[in-house]
Nanobody
Framework: QVQLVESGGGLVQAGGSLRLSCAAS????????AGWFRQAPGKEREFVAA????????DYADSVKGRFAISRDNAKNTMYLQMSALKPEDTAVYYC??????????????????WGQGTQVTVSL
């Protein structure tokens, strides 16, 4: 059974940093492109960042470029999202996802096959 489990969310002041982790099991994680999405109350789930299966290529939403960094450690079946210079508008539930479809850097939610349960990130003023 495939499982993706996020951790590392919490409450942080604006300008602060958090590091999210996504632990994968039940799949050969190194063969999957993976990504982070977020969903704020009353809004649709939106793309944050994606990383190629080997980690050589990444893509980011414009709203987080220069502040967030996606990475992965395939030996540990784990993906990370380092978030810095956080803003109140970054407040959302953050989800990790994996795509078995062979896409390089998928940014659409419907491209992903497996999802975690989400972790809450709250940024206060």
């Amino acid at each position: 059974q495939v499982q993706l489990v996020e951790s590392g969310g919490g409450l942080v002041q604006a300008g602060g940093s958090l590091r999210l982790s996504c632990a994968a099991s039940g799949l050969t994680f190194s063969r999957y492109a993976a990504g982070w999405f977020r969903q704020a109350p009353g809004k649709e789930r939106e793309f944050v960042a994606a990383i190629r299966w080997g980690g050589s290529s990444t893509d980011y939403a414009d709203s987080v470029k220069g502040r967030f960094a996606i990475s992965r450690d395939n030996a540990k079946n784990t993906m990370y999202l380092q978030m810095s210079a956080l803003k109140p508008e970054d407040t959302a539930v953050y989800y990790c996802a994996a795509d078995r479809g062979g896409r390089l850097l998928p940014i659409r939610t419907d491209a992903y096959d497996y999802w975690g349960q989400g972790t809450q990130v709250t940024v206060s003023l």
